[in-house]
């Protein structure tokens, strides 16, 4: 892969990259506050994430 290719890559990914930061901070805030609520927002963070990442089908009907 060249530079350029690369470039295009990094720049496709930029999104789900701060999503995922997004949800980062998210989860350390919850466990500064409790650690269970850290526990808790964490799952949830996760299973976003999974969503996110999941294969989606196509519904043309």
Known sequence: MKFKDNLKLA??????????????????????V???LGWL????ALI???YILSPKQDKTA
């Open 41 to 44: 927002i964490l799952g949830l």
């Open 34 to 36: 409790a650690i269970a």
């Open 11 to 32: 720049w496709a990914l930029i999104p789900f990259i701060l999503v995922v930061l997004g949800l980062l901070s998210i989860v350390v805030a919850a466990f500064l």
């Open 48 to 50: 976003v994430v999974g």
